[in-house]
């Protein structure tokens, strides 16, 4: 028999070594956690169509649903020619798509970045325990009058051949609720707001093969309809005195709720109804 004459600080010096091999294999696969828990990247896009959108959409579903420890973190960037709020109410309507299909809206993050020339959206991945993503934001100054955001209303709106498409055109209420809010942190504002009815303008071919212009206005209970949801939207909120709504005419498409922003002092802003081509008056 092999007999080995170890002394006591080689026994020592070798169950040291034991030790620590066992404690890297036992705390190996939380290094290689920790190096994989960290914000991924999944999306970035400009403007793309309602399908396309969707689609794109469906994806980030995808991993929400296969990761439900993982929140998706939207930085957004609004064209320099949109409104200030085209970026929000675009969130709006992406966060409204993955709550319908059951997302807790608390893993669904916004961040509003400075305006680009093209709108543009990133989608990142947050795992738990990791940050949010930064970028320069988004400083929107009201020191004089300013279109806060435009959003359609269907009235007698059918042509919706997709889910975003039918959240975005019943985007209303959602879209005044935040311009509220917002002029809620501005006492010293005044809120305008602009109720176009729709002619929902489509062309067809009659019998001779020669093109048809076909309208279909919404009548004036619809128009009135628009404007008592937009009122009691302020009114619920306390702000009633402070925002003017108003009916300015048609719009040569579908029905259209504009929302501007007045700082004391600014000009009062005139409507502009594309139906008949004749500028609408503030009473």
Known sequence: MLKLNLSSATIKRFAFIVLILWLCSVTAPYSIYAQVAEAEQVDEFGKWSDEELQARLDNILIRLNNEPTVSAQFLLSRGENQTPGAARRLFGIMRGYLIYHKIDRSRLLATFCKPQPEE??????????????????????????????????????????????????????????????????????????????????????????????????????????????ASEVFRDRGLRSRVVVHEAGYRDSYAEIEMWIVPNGGRKPVPSRTYPKVKATVD
């Open 120 to 229: 543009n959206t990133q989608i990142w991945m947050i795992p738990p325990s990791v940050g949010k993503k930064t970028c320069e934001p988004d400083i929107i100054v009201f020191d004089k009058t300013v279109l806060y955001d435009s959003v359609f209303h269907a009235n007698n709106y059918f042509g919706a051949t997709t889910r975003i498409e039918e959240i975005a055109h019943s985007w209303t209420v959602p879209t005044l609720e935040e311009f509220a809010e917002l002029l809620r942190l501005l006492p010293d504002a005044k809120g305008y707001v602009f109720i176009y009815g729709g002619t929902n303008v489509y062309w067809t071919r009659d019998s001779r093969d020669r093109t048809k212009t076909v309208r279909n206005k919404d009548s004036p209970t619809e128009i009135r309809k628009m404007t008592v949801m």
